[in-house]
Protein backbone atom coordinates (compact mmCIF):
# COMPACT_ATOMS: atom_id res chain seq x y z
CA UNK A 1 0.00 0.00 0.00
CA UNK A 2 1.74 3.61 -0.81
CA UNK A 3 2.18 5.41 2.11
CA UNK A 4 2.49 8.84 0.05
CA UNK A 5 -1.26 9.43 0.49
CA UNK A 6 -2.69 13.16 1.64
CA UNK A 7 -4.69 12.83 3.90
CA UNK A 8 -8.05 13.95 3.51
CA UNK A 9 -9.08 16.40 6.48
CA UNK A 10 -5.78 17.75 7.23
CA UNK A 11 -6.38 19.70 10.48
CA UNK A 12 -2.72 20.24 11.86
CA UNK A 13 0.95 19.94 10.04
CA UNK A 14 4.24 18.33 11.66
CA UNK A 15 7.09 20.73 11.33
CA UNK A 16 8.55 19.57 8.47
CA UNK A 17 5.16 19.30 6.24
CA UNK A 18 4.03 21.75 3.67
CA UNK A 19 0.28 22.40 2.90
CA UNK A 20 0.10 22.42 -1.12
CA UNK A 21 -3.03 23.94 -1.74
CA UNK A 22 -4.78 25.50 -5.13
CA UNK A 23 -5.41 29.08 -5.21
CA UNK A 24 -6.69 31.58 -7.21
CA UNK A 25 -5.15 34.54 -9.15
CA UNK A 26 -5.59 37.14 -6.35
CA UNK A 27 -4.61 35.20 -3.95
CA UNK A 28 -7.56 35.10 -2.02
CA UNK A 29 -7.90 32.29 0.12
CA UNK A 30 -11.35 31.90 0.93
CA UNK A 31 -12.57 28.64 -0.36
CA UNK A 32 -11.85 25.21 0.51
CA UNK A 33 -8.60 23.62 1.12
CA UNK A 34 -7.32 27.77 0.62
CA UNK A 35 -8.99 28.84 3.52
CA UNK A 36 -7.25 25.64 5.42
CA UNK A 37 -4.40 26.97 4.27
CA UNK A 38 -4.76 30.22 6.18
CA UNK A 39 -4.00 28.78 9.40
CA UNK A 40 -0.85 27.40 8.69
CA UNK A 41 0.50 30.63 6.92
CA UNK A 42 -1.15 31.54 3.49
CA UNK A 43 -0.61 35.10 3.15
CA UNK A 44 -4.20 36.92 1.42
CA UNK A 45 -2.85 38.20 -1.48
CA UNK A 46 -0.02 36.02 -2.83
CA UNK A 47 -1.10 33.89 -5.51
CA UNK A 48 1.52 31.79 -5.83
CA UNK A 49 4.65 29.90 -3.97
CA UNK A 50 6.00 28.97 -0.64
CA UNK A 51 4.21 30.97 2.41
CA UNK A 52 4.20 29.97 5.71
CA UNK A 53 4.10 26.34 5.90
CA UNK A 54 2.27 25.62 2.87
CA UNK A 55 3.10 26.48 -0.95
CA UNK A 56 -0.19 27.94 -3.16
CA UNK A 57 -0.46 26.97 -7.23
CA UNK A 58 -3.07 28.85 -8.86
CA UNK A 59 -5.61 26.39 -10.34
CA UNK A 60 -8.10 28.28 -12.59
CA UNK A 61 -5.93 28.75 -15.91
CA UNK A 62 -5.57 25.44 -17.23
CA UNK A 63 -1.92 27.05 -19.31
CA UNK A 64 -0.75 28.80 -16.45
CA UNK A 65 -1.41 25.65 -14.11
CA UNK A 66 1.13 23.65 -15.75
CA UNK A 67 3.48 26.15 -15.28
CA UNK A 68 2.88 26.36 -11.66
CA UNK A 69 2.97 22.39 -10.99
CA UNK A 70 6.66 22.52 -12.81
CA UNK A 71 7.53 25.50 -10.49
CA UNK A 72 6.72 23.37 -7.53
CA UNK A 73 8.54 20.09 -8.61
CA UNK A 74 11.67 22.22 -8.92
CA UNK A 75 11.33 23.62 -5.52
CA UNK A 76 10.43 20.52 -3.88
CA UNK A 77 13.12 18.65 -5.46
CA UNK A 78 15.26 22.15 -4.07
CA UNK A 79 13.84 21.20 -0.61
CA UNK A 80 13.87 17.47 0.38
CA UNK A 81 13.85 18.00 3.85
CA UNK A 82 10.00 19.00 3.62
CA UNK A 83 7.39 16.94 3.02
CA UNK A 84 4.59 18.48 0.79
CA UNK A 85 1.10 17.35 1.12
CA UNK A 86 -0.37 17.80 -1.92
CA UNK A 87 -4.46 18.91 -1.97
CA UNK A 88 -6.52 17.99 -4.79
CA UNK A 89 -5.94 21.05 -6.51
CA UNK A 90 -7.90 22.04 -9.03
CA UNK A 91 -11.04 19.67 -8.42
CA UNK A 92 -13.26 22.01 -6.49
CA UNK A 93 -13.96 25.60 -7.34
CA UNK A 94 -11.35 25.74 -10.48
CA UNK A 95 -13.96 23.27 -11.99
CA UNK A 96 -11.10 20.57 -13.07
CA UNK A 97 -11.39 16.88 -13.18
CA UNK A 98 -8.84 14.69 -11.09
CA UNK A 99 -8.23 13.02 -14.66
CA UNK A 100 -6.91 16.59 -15.99
CA UNK A 101 -4.62 17.33 -12.61
CA UNK A 102 -3.31 14.14 -11.61
CA UNK A 103 -0.67 13.72 -15.12
CA UNK A 104 0.67 17.02 -14.08
CA UNK A 105 1.88 15.40 -11.25
CA UNK A 106 3.45 12.84 -12.76
CA UNK A 107 7.07 13.86 -11.61
CA UNK A 108 6.01 13.78 -8.44
CA UNK A 109 5.78 9.65 -8.75
CA UNK A 110 9.80 9.40 -8.13
CA UNK A 111 10.02 12.18 -5.01
CA UNK A 112 9.85 10.38 -1.95
CA UNK A 113 9.04 13.80 0.05
CA UNK A 114 5.55 14.43 -2.30
CA UNK A 115 2.42 13.09 -1.34
CA UNK A 116 -0.58 13.39 -3.15
CA UNK A 117 -4.34 12.54 -2.98
CA UNK A 118 -5.42 8.62 -3.18
CA UNK A 119 -7.49 9.48 -6.59
CA UNK A 120 -4.46 11.17 -8.19
CA UNK A 121 -2.20 8.09 -6.97
CA UNK A 122 -5.13 5.79 -8.75
CA UNK A 123 -5.19 7.83 -12.28
CA UNK A 124 -1.35 7.98 -12.04
CA UNK A 125 -0.91 4.05 -11.61
CA UNK A 126 -3.80 2.86 -14.22
CA UNK A 127 -7.15 3.17 -12.45
CA UNK A 128 -9.43 0.39 -12.05
CA UNK A 129 -8.24 -0.51 -15.64
CA UNK A 130 -4.66 -1.10 -14.82
CA UNK A 131 -5.87 -3.16 -11.94
CA UNK A 132 -7.99 -5.26 -14.18
CA UNK A 133 -4.89 -5.99 -16.27
CA UNK A 134 -2.96 -6.64 -13.20
CA UNK A 135 -5.48 -9.50 -12.08
CA UNK A 136 -5.25 -10.83 -15.84
CA UNK A 137 -1.41 -10.97 -16.02
CA UNK A 138 -1.85 -12.56 -12.07
CA UNK A 139 -4.15 -14.89 -11.78
CA UNK A 140 -4.87 -16.24 -15.69
CA UNK A 141 -2.17 -18.09 -17.90
CA UNK A 142 -3.84 -15.70 -20.90
CA UNK A 143 -6.02 -12.83 -21.61
CA UNK A 144 -8.49 -15.38 -23.67
CA UNK A 145 -8.64 -17.63 -19.98
CA UNK A 146 -9.40 -14.52 -18.07
CA UNK A 147 -12.06 -13.74 -20.64
CA UNK A 148 -13.72 -17.47 -19.98
CA UNK A 149 -13.49 -17.00 -16.42
CA UNK A 150 -15.24 -14.00 -16.30
CA UNK A 151 -17.37 -13.99 -19.50
CA UNK A 152 -17.31 -11.69 -21.61
CA UNK A 153 -15.59 -11.35 -25.22
CA UNK A 154 -11.65 -10.72 -25.45
CA UNK A 155 -12.75 -8.03 -27.54
CA UNK A 156 -14.89 -6.22 -25.23
CA UNK A 157 -11.93 -6.98 -22.73
CA UNK A 158 -9.49 -5.12 -24.81
CA UNK A 159 -11.56 -1.93 -25.77
CA UNK A 160 -11.97 -1.66 -21.94
CA UNK A 161 -8.30 -2.08 -20.81
CA UNK A 162 -6.59 -0.37 -24.28
CA UNK A 163 -9.48 1.63 -25.32
CA UNK A 164 -11.81 4.48 -24.53
CA UNK A 165 -14.43 2.21 -22.83
CA UNK A 166 -14.91 2.35 -18.74
CA UNK A 167 -15.86 -1.06 -16.82
CA UNK A 168 -19.95 -1.01 -16.26
CA UNK A 169 -20.54 -2.37 -12.75
CA UNK A 170 -21.44 -5.38 -14.32
CA UNK A 171 -18.16 -6.09 -15.22
CA UNK A 172 -16.62 -5.43 -12.01
CA UNK A 173 -19.19 -7.89 -10.61
CA UNK A 174 -18.30 -10.72 -12.62
CA UNK A 175 -14.76 -10.18 -11.71
CA UNK A 176 -15.22 -10.41 -7.90
CA UNK A 177 -17.39 -13.59 -8.54
CA UNK A 178 -14.90 -15.19 -10.76
CA UNK A 179 -11.84 -14.23 -8.19
CA UNK A 180 -13.65 -14.00 -5.02
CA UNK A 181 -10.23 -13.59 -2.89
CA UNK A 182 -9.72 -10.39 -4.40
CA UNK A 183 -10.39 -7.02 -2.36
CA UNK A 184 -13.38 -5.39 -4.08
CA UNK A 185 -11.78 -1.88 -2.47
CA UNK A 186 -8.48 -2.46 -3.81
CA UNK A 187 -10.65 -3.33 -7.46
CA UNK A 188 -13.00 -0.47 -6.96
CA UNK A 189 -10.59 2.85 -5.09
CA UNK A 190 -7.07 0.92 -5.01
CA UNK A 191 -7.34 0.96 -1.23
CA UNK A 192 -5.05 -1.81 0.64
CA UNK A 193 -3.64 -4.74 -1.72
CA UNK A 194 -4.88 -6.94 -4.14
CA UNK A 195 -5.48 -9.86 -1.64
CA UNK A 196 -6.35 -9.09 2.06
CA UNK A 197 -3.80 -10.52 3.89
CA UNK A 198 -6.09 -12.71 6.48
CA UNK A 199 -7.55 -14.25 3.25
CA UNK A 200 -4.09 -14.86 2.19
CA UNK A 201 -3.32 -17.00 5.22
CA UNK A 202 -6.16 -19.00 5.18
CA UNK A 203 -6.01 -20.23 1.73
CA UNK A 204 -2.22 -20.97 2.09
CA UNK A 205 -3.37 -22.76 5.23
CA UNK A 206 -5.93 -24.90 3.35
CA UNK A 207 -3.68 -25.20 0.20
CA UNK A 208 -0.82 -27.09 2.27
CA UNK A 209 -2.97 -29.40 3.84
CA UNK A 210 -4.63 -30.24 0.52
CA UNK A 211 -1.49 -31.12 -0.18
CA UNK A 212 0.08 -32.72 2.53
CA UNK A 213 -3.52 -34.89 2.67
CA UNK A 214 -2.92 -35.91 -1.11
CA UNK A 215 0.93 -36.62 -0.79
CA UNK A 216 -0.26 -38.84 2.06
CA UNK A 217 -2.95 -40.41 -0.03
CA UNK A 218 -0.14 -41.18 -2.68
CA UNK A 219 2.36 -43.10 -0.48
Not at 87 to 102: R, V, Y
Not at 122 to 151: H, M, W, Y
Not at 185 to 198: A, N, S, T, V
Request: aromatic share 10%; net charge neutral; proline share 5%.
Amino acid sequence: MNKRITPHNITELKENEIFVFGSNSCGVHNGNAASTAMKFGAIMGQAVGAQGQTYAIPSKDMENFKKCVDDFLVYAKQHPEYTFLVTEIGCGISGHSPSEIAPLFKEALKMDNIHLPLVFWDILNGGIKGRIRQIAEVETLSVPEFCVRIGIPVTELMNLLFGNADPTIWTVRKILIAFPYINARWLLLGEGDMKPQKRNNFITKISCFLQTLFASKQA
